[in-house]
């Protein structure tokens, strides 16, 4: 279990309580005065490390976190965000540094793990108001038909005319099975952030986002199960083989997408912490202004037939950063998906297919079933997709058109925001 105490805009920021697995290292997130005054500088002077290594110092801003391992600090200039090993001492001035609004320094965090957001709950109760009520338009049941999964039908994508030409989504996850043969001739770009890893997925669980957010339009003997089938496909894996990662991979990897020009970035991991994380939230601010849309899985900690609603963690929980909320085929809510929790921008914004949800997995595999809100998200980001190339909309432009386009459901908006995510005609 992982946690993290409230946070203020200048101090600390969230603080890990004795639950929390963290790696011993601070994210240091700079103002946009800080990132102008040159954060390299700063850090040396508030803390004297000697060694920062910067994302600009590699090809298409893809760092090597195995050379950025032996350097004290590993800033990210895009986002203006650094990964900071520090003593006690160079942390008592970071923090201070924090609590002064004269210096650029907006928060400290310490670095997180997070993991893949699959999950192998079964129970698929249908959650409804608490007078029973259902509305007529959601009485249907969706079911995989040899042409088309029931989460491409139920988010209309089968009769798009769009296919998410031009567009540039990057999925940040376990990796990718490079060798898949439904994916021959796709334009797929992949990069590691797990130090000492290659792209190549030896989980299973960003192969299978991938395919929902990106498979093809058709695949040999069996059924369509893609949604923006001729993006261009970005691969960052910033989650180990066995579904685990660390904050400084993952603002690795959004770094890299936002530097190669992807409008979409697809994150199906988190944490179970229920306050906003200062850095996630920077993030997608500065995303958002580069119009880059950054969609998130809520989470799987609910037991919904148990009376236990879940919340939403890091990094979903950021107001800038879209969370994704998980339904079955008769649209009713998960049994697992996290509901929105107090804390600002802790709400529900969408929701997607998160049920008995048929994709890509490693070959010899080759295809699989999997539930999760995780299998929402890539739903909604290569709907994201369609929607850009139809429109050109971009960062805010985008989430707002997603939002207002999404189909009402019988069930509470703290559960699935604005509702089912919805396709472009």
Not at 134 to 141: P, R, S, Y
Not at 279 to 307: D, F, H, K, P, S
Request: aromatic fraction near 4%.
């Amino acid at each position: 279990m992982i946690s993290r105490q409230d946070s203020d805009r200048h101090g600390d920021g969230p603080v890990a309580d004795s639950r929390a697995e963290t790696t011993g290292r601070q994210v240091v997130v700079f103002t946009d005065d800080g990132r102008r005054a040159g954060p390299t500088a700063l850090l040396r002077s508030l803390t004297g490390v000697s060694t920062v290594t910067r994302s600009s110092e590699f090809d298409a801003s893809a760092m090597d976190l195995e050379l950025a391992e032996v350097s004290d600090a590993v800033l990210f200039d895009e986002l203006g965000i650094a990964v900071v090993t520090a003593d006690p001492d160079q942390l008592a001035a970071l923090r201070t540094a924090a609590a002064s609004p004269d210096i650029a320094v907006l928060s400290v965090e310490p670095e997180l793990v997070h993991q893949a957001l699959d999950s192998e709950d079964t129970v698929v109760e249908i959650a409804r108001p608490e007078n029973g009520a259902v509305a007529a338009e959601d009485t249907e049941h969706f079911l995989d038909t040899p042409e088309f999964t029931w989460g491409l039908q139920a988010t209309r994508t089968t009769t798009s005319a769009c296919s998410g030409r031009g567009v540039r989504i990057a999925v940040l996850d376990t990796g990718f099975d490079l060798t898949h043969p439904d994916f021959h001739g796709r334009t797929i770009t992949a990069q590691s952030f797990i130090p000492g890893a290659e792209p190549q997925d030896g989980h299973g669980h960003g192969t299978h986002c991938i395919g929902t957010a990106c498979g093809p339009a058709a695949a040999a003997g069996t059924r369509r199960y893609g949604v923006a089938h001729e993006a261009d496909i970005f691969v960052g894996k910033v989650l180990s083989d066995q579904g685990r990662g660390v904050d400084g991979g993952i603002l690795a990897g959004i770094e890299w997408a936002i530097a190669n020009g992807c409008q979409i970035v697809s994150m199906s991991l988190g944490a179970d912490v229920a306050s906003v994380s200062v850095a996630y939230e920077t993030v997608g601010q500065r995303a958002l202004a580069a119009g880059v849309l950054i969609v998130a899985a809520a989470g799987n900690n609910a037991n919904r037939a148990a009376g236990r609603p879940g919340l939403v963690g890091v990094p979903a929980n950021s107001p800038s950063i879209m969370a994704v909320a998980a339904v079955d085929p008769d649209l009713g809510l998960a049994n697992f998906s996290a509901s929105s929790n107090p804390v600002a921008g802790g709400q529900i914004d969408v929701a997607g297919p998160g049920v008995r949800v048929f994709s890509s997995v490693p070959m010899p595999v080759r295809y699989g079933s999997k539930n999760g809100t995780s299998m929402a998200t890539p739903h909604v980001a290569g709907i994201a997709a369609l929607w850009c190339e139809k429109t050109g909309r971009t960062g805010r432009d985008l989430w707002s058109l997603l939002a207002q386009h999404s189909r009402r459901l019988a069930l509470p908006s703290l559960d699935v925001g604005a509702g089912l995510i919805q396709a472009s005609g």
